[in-house]
């Protein structure tokens, strides 16, 4: 652990705010290692002590560490936090409301775009973030087409296609239609991860579902922000492999099970068609990102 000391001929200027901002900052090492919950604390700690920092001063500041700061240490703290927040997600987001739309099977990772994560986010209930996405269709098909395109690795540039093809029949008003091809896109990368163990642990002969729904599980306020992109879709798969069985009520909520064996009004929606479409898009864009 790092000791430190900030001293200043004027302490009521410098020392307090520095200590403040500087010795949580100093002592974690790894500002992606903190969880989610930190996220405003962090950045306030950081732009707090830039902005002190940048006052002019009548006097030198002198910094004594035991290990010199290194040069551009600020910027890449900044750097290291921003490449963990989703890039599509608001500068400064709620802490625990994206994480419990994510377990209610919304992907909130790579899109939507920013002002919709908010607007879901600021949503009073299940039904008002369902109106939501109902009314936003048009863009989000915008944003799962832009955040597609960057899905070049030959395995998965296949499955990329035919989830813009979901996206392209959304968009001229073909729902069932999209929502059916996007959730089978999903089911296929699904399957094929598996096999090769790239996200899960390969299952002993056939695939089952089971098999991968035990090695997931929702998110967490503890979970760190380094880890929120990969868990927060893992999130949303989790949520789309909800238990559906024979004889079961068939479930409003977007899910691979009843889409596949209970094609219906109750299941087969616009928002449903949305939700699908999110998912496969958010699903193939970080196995781009993390060699899935």
């Known amino acids: ?23 949580p900052l100093v002592r ?6 903190w969880p989610l919950a930190a996220f405003r604390q962090i950045t306030g700690c950081l732009g707090s002590l830039r902005a002190t920092w940048q006052q002019p001063r009548s006097r030198p500041v002198s910094v004594n560490l035991v ?19 989703p890039p599509n997600w608001p500068d400064d987001p709620d802490r625990e409301t994206p994480l419990e739309i994510m377990n209610a099977g919304i992907p909130l990772i790579w899109v939507p775009r ?15 973030r ?22 070049t690795a030959p395995d998965l540039q296949p499955l990329a296609s035919l989830a813009g ?12 239609a999209s929502q059916a091809l996007a959730a089978n896109v999903f089911d296929t990368w699904l399957r094929d991860a598996a ?3 790239v996200v899960f642990i390969p299952p002993k002969g056939y695939f089952r579902y089971p098999h991968v729904v035990r090695q997931m599980k929702p998110l967490a306020s503890e979970v760190r922000i380094r880890d929120l992109r990969e868990l927060g879709v893992q999130a949303s798969i989790l949520a789309a492999l909800r238990d559906f069985g024979p004889g079961d009520a068939i479930p409003a ?3 691979r099970h009843p889409t596949a064996h209970a094609a219906g009004p109750e299941q087969y929606t616009d928002v449903n068609a949305v939700i699908a479409l999110m998912l496969t898009t958010s699903v193939l864009r970080q196995a781009q990102a993390s060699g899935w």
């Not at 002002?115 to 039904?127: F, K, P, S, Y």
């Not at 093809?165 to 069932?176: F, W």
């Open 67 to 85: 290990r010199p700061l290194p040069p551009g240490m600020f910027a890449g703290m900044f750097a290291r936090l921003l490449e963990s927040i």
């Open 130 to 151: 369902g109106a939501i996405l109902g009314q936003t269709a048009q863009e989000i098909v915008d944003d799962c087409e832009a955040v597609l395109a960057d899905v």
């Open 253 to 255: 909520e977007f899910g």
């Open 114 to 128: 920013s002002d919709i994560v908010e607007r879901l986010t600021t949503a009073g209930n299940a039904d008002a």
């Open 165 to 176: 093809a979901a996206g392209r029949a959304l968009r001229d008003g073909h729902g069932a």
């Open 195 to 197: 096999r090769r163990g």
């Open 28 to 33: 974690s090492g790894i500002v992606g290692g």
């Open 1 to 23: 652990m790092r000791s430190w000391k900030v001293s200043d001929e004027t302490p009521e200027e410098n020392g307090p705010e520095s200590q403040r901002a500087l010795g």
